[in-house]
């Protein structure tokens, strides 16, 4: 299994330098494309947390049978960090097992 790789995901300012992390990390392992999005309500709602989620690599790159370690809170960041996997191609052997910690954090709310 892959080492878990941080990935902090903001809102407005904070995107952008997720955004950088992610792309520096492309150049690298040509993989983690796109990020989640922030859910607009957890943001104007001022929200932080982190999603710990496990894939398999498919034989087509794809992540697969992506299952959710753990989310806090529960019920708030899960479905776009899904959403963003579903989109991710992975430069990994196919059948290696990866875990990925998503942590959402807003520079306005400290």
Request: net charge negative.
């Amino acid at each position: 299994m892959r080492k878990p790789f941080l990935l902090k995901i903001g809102a407005m300012v904070m995107l952008l330098a997720a955004s950088a992390v992610a792309q520096d990390r492309d150049r690298e392992n040509s993989q983690f494309l796109p990020l989640p999005a922030y859910p607009r309500d957890a943001a104007i709602e001022c929200i932080q947390g982190e999603v710990l989620a496990r894939f398999i690599v498919s034989e087509t790159f794809q992540a697969t049978q992506i299952e959710i370690v753990r989310s806090m809170p529960e019920n708030i960041f899960e479905d776009v960090v899904l959403e963003a996997l579903d989109r991710w191609v992975v430069n990994a052997e196919p059948g290696t097992e990866i875990e990925e910690l998503f942590e959402f954090e807003l520079e306005s709310c400290g």
